[in-house]
């Protein structure tokens, strides 16, 4: 394998006899000398014809799942999930499937780069100019002025520099991701504190449930979990051992989840709270119970006329729910990101007091805890972001350091990210992609990408284990590329101080292996070892650790339903059509540099390439609009283009749009193909500081321009178009 380590003293550390046969993995310092060779020059291991396979987890969301990659002769030529792994057993989305694009991507940032900011052209430095810079910004700025921006993932790092910060007196790091954004997790939270008492997520055993009411989760898509969430709901529909499960969606706009659902309801965009308190008043009076506190001051006729939802489907559906022993009720997406989304939120968590289903099958739990979670782990809500943004834009961060987040494309325009990056004195991004963010950079000095890296992740919801789910190197790293880790290392020692003596960690291994050293005493693990170098040699063997038995909370639920719930409307800005902007399945927040997610049809339109804005077929008549005009879309707070299409299962007074494409950046799959909803987007938030991204409505204009879409379906079938020509 390397000339300090022979293969029998790389099993030998390892500890591991079967490492030959199932899973090859790194092992604590002796992984230091182990590398993933291309063709000429094959380790030992390796042989003509024969695959070698490694367990690592996915990056391309913050989740957690565990993959196991398939290599040959050094390439990485497949992934799959890891079956032993508790969040996924086996399974991955289509995200996970072309990870592989990421790594073999024509465009990644291959050196560490200096740049004028906003300019796409680079001059290449070498890493110890590299290192060098990152000293100098370490020691030449008070700690109050260095800044640390991060994504939702890898979590190592995140650790690494929350030490980093709590040992010299620098910013806490700050970490954010669209999908948070769009999965409204702050509001959430503060909805299982304000019932519960704790703050935490909730998780939903759809799989053990009987009859769902899902009010804008879209939990077959993007939403906190979804592999572990899609297991879920086949476990729901599974009729072999049980009866059908019965699923209704709420939402304005037929999301992936309403198309697998028995019925779709379409209320009118901010009325969720009072049709879920609606539906509690009238599950109460079908038992005949007296009627509890939260549910008193709604009236369902009302609701009926404000949500469009008939009296009778309201009065049929709560039958059905208290009925039922096994009902859950689900909030979640668009009906969070508005100004009532916390009251939304309680609202439908207090629903699931009627069958009493806290803390039992088929119901609501807390979340478990992963190893060495914290508070301080979480993603920062829209309003904590915007305050960071104006910290910037008041010059009191002299240096930013950017790894994983990319918050020109993702935050709304106008938080104003770009323009704020001016009272920064040094920008210096670890960005694998040349993306927007990364542009506007003065360095860029690249980490490797996920399936070349070591570290770990939480598993934050979707187990009922707590979960740290690991990562190593699959293959060499294909570029000049190295770990953050290593570089803020070799940096804290150039810059000398308390910066040298806070970290005293050799590499990046030696860090992980300080994070792991606590599990080895931890009870009810799956495994265990006399020796750190053992311990991880199993935990890279078997992509993680986790306990052997569940530890779902179970919610405090006795005061739920004895308190007043707020049923208001939530408030829209001004405009004629309420504006729904959803995260893609395929692209979602950083999938649109991958060919692969590209060409892969959109799940309920068939789009493939591009941004397309969907109408309902009655209004698009009334506009005088056909499939494929282009139209502005004009909001308060900007303005964009996509091409129509023409969407029965939506709202005639809602339009939608799918958020992922519109990159300026970030390669040549990405970059000018597309629209990015969040341009039309304000900076309202709700009560819990999250976005009230769904809370916008938007004017339509003609263009006279058509913009032909690449999708799938026959439009000759679906609509009938041509279909005279035809004949």
């Excluded at 906003?118 to 002025?145: F, I, M, R």
């Excluded at 892969?600 to 309902?616: A, G, H, Q």
Aim: aromatic share 10%.
């Amino acid at each position: 394998m390397s000339e300090q380590f022979s293969r029998r003293d790389f099993l030998k550390l390892a500890g591991v006899g079967a490492a030959t046969t199932a899973i090859l993995t790194g092992c604590g310092p002796a992984s230091r000398y182990v590398k993933r060779e291309p063709y000429m020059q094959m380790p030992e291991y390796n042989y003509n014809g024969q695959s070698t396979y490694y367990a690592t987890t996915c990056r391309e969301c913050p989740a957690g799942c565990g993959l196991v990659v398939r290599t040959m002769q050094g390439r990485a030529i497949k992934t799959e999930g890891n079956a032993n792994h508790p969040l996924n057993l086996g399974k991955t989305c289509a995200r996970g499937q072309a990870t592989l694009h990421g790594l073999y991507n024509p465009d990644r940032v291959t050196d560490p780069i200096k740049r004028s900011r906003g300019d796409a052209s680079s001059t290449n430095v070498d890493w110890d100019s590299a290192t060098q810079t990152v000293a100098d910004a370490l020691k030449n700025y008070k700690p109050e002025e260095i800044a640390f921006l991060m994504g939702t993932a890898p979590d190592h790092l995140f650790d690494f520099v929350s030490d980093l910060a709590a040992a010299t007196g620098i910013n806490a790091p700050v970490r954010f991701g669209a999908l948070s954004m769009f999965e409204a997790r702050a509001t959430l939270s503060k909805a299982a504190e304000n019932l519960f008492g704790k703050a935490g997520l909730p998780f939903f055993d759809i799989g053990g449930a009987q009859v769902v009411f899902s009010f804008g989760s879209n939990f077959l898509e993007t939403w906190l979990s979804p592999v572990s969430y899609t297991r879920g709901f086949v476990g729901l529909r599974e009729a072999k051992t049980k009866q059908r499960g019965y699923l209704v969606q709420f939402e304005s706009r037929m999301s992936q989840t309403g198309t697998k659902a028995d019925e779709w309801i379409p209320l009118k965009p901010g009325t969720e709270a009072m049709v879920a308190l609606a539906i509690g008043r009238l599950a109460f009076e079908s038992r005949g119970d007296a009627l509890p506190r939260a549910f008193v001051d709604v009236d369902p006729l009302d609701v009926a006329s404000k949500s469009g939802v008939k009296l009778e489907t309201l009065e049929r559906l709560a039958a059905m729910f208290a009925a039922s022993a096994g009902s859950l009720a689900i909030p979640g997406g668009p009906s969070l990101g508005r100004s009532n989304g916390l009251a939304v939120a309680e609202a439908v968590l207090a629903l699931n007091a009627i069958p009493d289903n806290f803390g039992k099958p088929g119901g609501v739990y807390f979340s478990v805890m992963a190893p060495n979670e914290t508070e301080s782990h979480r993603p920062a809500s829209t309003q904590e972001m915007q305050e960071f943004v104006q910290k910037m834009a008041d010059g009191k961060f002299k240096v930013l350091f950017v790894h994983g987040v990319n918050p020109v494309f993702e935050l709304p325009k106008a938080i104003n990210f770009k323009g704020a990056l001016s009272g920064v004195e040094q920008v210096i991004s670890f960005a694998t992609f040349p993306d927007e963010t990364a542009l506007e950079a003065d360095f860029v000095f690249p980490d490797h990408h996920g399936l070349e890296s070591w570290g770990y992740q939480r598993v934050a919801t979707g187990s009922a284990q707590p979960v740290l789910s690991g990562s190593q190197p699959v293959v060499s790293p294909f570029y000049n590329t190295r770990a953050t880790i290593d570089v803020l290392l070799a940096a804290a020692q150039l810059a000398g101080g308390t910066f040298a003596s806070a970290l005293p960690f050799k590499d990046e291994v030696e860090f992980l292996q300080g994070k792991l050293t606590p599990l080895m005493s931890e009870a009810g693990g799956f495994f265990s070892a006399a020796d750190i170098n053992t311990f991880s040699a199993y935990f890279q063997q078997y992509g993680g650790w986790w306990k052997l038995d569940g530890a779902f909370g179970t919610p405090d639920s006795a005061d739920v339903l004895n308190r007043n719930l707020n049923g208001a409307e939530s408030e829209f800005s001004e405009g004629e059509f309420f504006f729904v902007p959803f995260v893609s399945p395929i692209l979602a927040e950083a999938g649109a540099n991958k060919p692969w997610l590209q060409e892969l049809p959109d799940p309920t339109t068939t789009v493939m390439w591009n941004t397309w804005v969907e109408i309902n077929p009655e209004t698009a008549h009334e506009l005088g609009l056909e499939n494929e005009d282009l139209v502005k879309i004009v909001s308060e707070f900007g303005e964009i283009e996509a091409a129509v299409y023409k969407y029965p299962p939506i709202r005639p007074d809602t339009i939608a749009m799918p958020f992922g494409q519109g990159h300026t950046a970030y390669g040549r799959y990405a970059e000018n193909r597309g629209v990015n909803p969040t341009d039309l987007l304000g900076q309202q938030v709700n009560e819990a500081g999250d976005l009230a991204f769904a809370g916008m409505k938007v004017k339509i204009e003609k263009t006279g321009k058509k913009l032909p879409i690449p999708r799938l379906e026959s439009i000759m079938g679906v609509y009938g178009e041509a279909l005279g020509e035809e004949h």
